[in-house]
């Protein structure tokens, strides 16, 4: 079966960076985009990052453009979301998705908290 597990998260100073991962398994990771999103206290789901399935497109909302870098390792099933420059506004629970066959599939996601 599919499954997602993000590790990375943590306590983190304003401007400082973190690496999260997404480990991904039952399915061909190699064929299918993938997707970070994030979900903060008392706020909606949303997107943070998002990329294809050879790593050769990216995109962002303009909240993290700049900052935030999705990649991945379809060799290690995968993907990375590099932050840097982070602010209290990016803490949040951070999760990994991927869509196969209109079915959404979600880790158990990765608490980021960035604070003083």
């Known amino acids: 079966q599919v499954q997602l597990v993000e590790s990375g998260g943590g306590l983190v100073q304003p401007g400082g960076s973190l690496r999260l991962s997404c480990a991904a398994s039952?399915?061909?990771?190699?064929?299918?985009?993938m997707s970070w999103y994030r979900q903060g206290p008392g706020k909606e789901r949303e997107l943070a990052a998002r990329?294809?399935?050879?790593?050769?497109?990216?995109s962002y909302p303009d909240s993290v453009k700049g900052r935030f870098t999705v990649s991945r390792d379809n060799a290690k099933n995968t993907v990375f979301l590099q932050m840097t420059s982070l602010k209290p506004g990016d803490t949040a629970v951070y999760y990994c998705?991927?869509?196969?066959?209109?079915?959404?599939?979600w880790g158990p996601g990765t608490q980021v908290t960035v604070s003083s």
């Open positions: 998705n991927v869509v196969i066959n209109g079915n959404l599939y």
């Open positions: 990329i294809s399935v050879t790593g050769g497109t990216t």
């Open positions: 039952g399915f061909t990771f190699s064929r299918y985009g």
